[in-house]
């Protein structure tokens, strides 16, 4: 399973960084939760909020010479048919990294024969120096 999980992880950071929705869609739960914070702010929605919240800003990022910079360390297996994979995440557009990222702990469960992200946990609009100096490993991985 874990090697099925590697491959399909892979996929899924691939369609990130090329900005697929499709790709995204395809891996993320119709029983998705989340919750994100945003300074003392906090959002909870769910599938439809976040294909809706990602479409609008990949689109919003085409054509603006953006990459992004993922950094995907840790991956801890949960229990048999889940895995977390704790992310962060920030833009380089026109060759300037953005001020900020994102720090994401995301599960995802094997379901129905495939991975499927099912929660997310989101702290974002962090300062980008403190994390470009946070080194995040495991040895499971």
Do not use: C
Not at 15 to 35: H, N, Q
Not at 108 to 137: C, D, H, N
């Amino acid at each position: 399973m874990k090697e099925s999980f590697d491959e399909f992880f892979k996929e899924y950071l691939d369609s990130w960084r090329l900005f697929s929705i499709k790709g995204i869609e395809k891996v993320v739960s119709p029983d998705y939760t989340a919750r994100e914070i945003r300074g003392k702010e906090v959002y909870d929605f769910g599938y439809e909020e976040s294909i809706d919240g990602l479409n609008h800003a990949f689109n919003g990022l085409r054509g603006r010479n953006a990459e992004w910079m993922l950094e995907d360390d840790v991956i801890v297996s949960l229990k048999e048919d889940e895995m977390l994979a704790i992310i962060w995440a920030s833009l380089i557009i026109d060759d300037k990294p953005i001020k900020t990222a994102s720090l994401f702990f995301q599960t995802f469960r094997w379901e129905q024969g495939s991975w499927k992200m099912v929660r997310s946990y989101i702290e974002a609009e962090i300062p980008i120096e403190k994390m470009l100096s946070l080194k995040l490993t495991t040895t499971e991985r």
